[in-house]
């Protein structure tokens, strides 16, 4: 059984950073974050797979990095010069295997987290 709960989130200012985890092991697989906006559909931000290989966002790319800690057994996202624009809920997911065909459609993961408020004041 595949439970995620999400850590980490918060208040900032604008140009400030945040750091996101999640619980992950070799049973979570492939797993990736996404967020949502109020009155907007669930985006993909991030995904990493079982090759560790990363898949972003272009409006996080070069922003957000995702990485998973083999010695802490968590999935992060290290989210850097925040704009309010990132301001949402920001939910961890996990595929159950190590492979994932479009890493960042909501559809294709399994598990998900309740969700963390990442609020970004300008």
């Known amino acids: 059984q595949v439970q995620l709960e999400e850590s980490g989130g918060g208040s900032v200012q604008a140009g400030g950073s945040l750091r996101l985890s999640c619980p992950a092991s070799?049973?979570?697989?492939?797993m990736g974050w996404f967020r949502q906006a109020p009155g907007k559909q669930r985006e993909g931000v991030a995904s990493?797979?079982?090759?560790?290989?990363?898949t972003y966002a272009p409006s996080v790319k070069g922003r957000f990095i995702i990485s998973k800690d083999v010695a802490k057994n968590t999935l992060d996202l290290e989210m850097n010069t925040l704009e309010p624009d990132d301001t949402g809920m920001y939910y961890c997911?996990?595929?159950?295997?190590?492979?994932?065909?479009?890493?960042?459609?909501?559809?294709?993961?399994?598990?998900w987290g309740q969700g963390i408020q990442v609020t970004v004041s300008s």
């Open positions: 997911a996990a595929r159950g295997i190590q492979w994932i065909p479009r890493p960042l459609t909501p559809d294709e993961y399994t598990y």
């Open positions: 070799p049973l979570t697989g492939a």
């Open positions: 990493i797979d079982g090759l560790s290989r990363t």
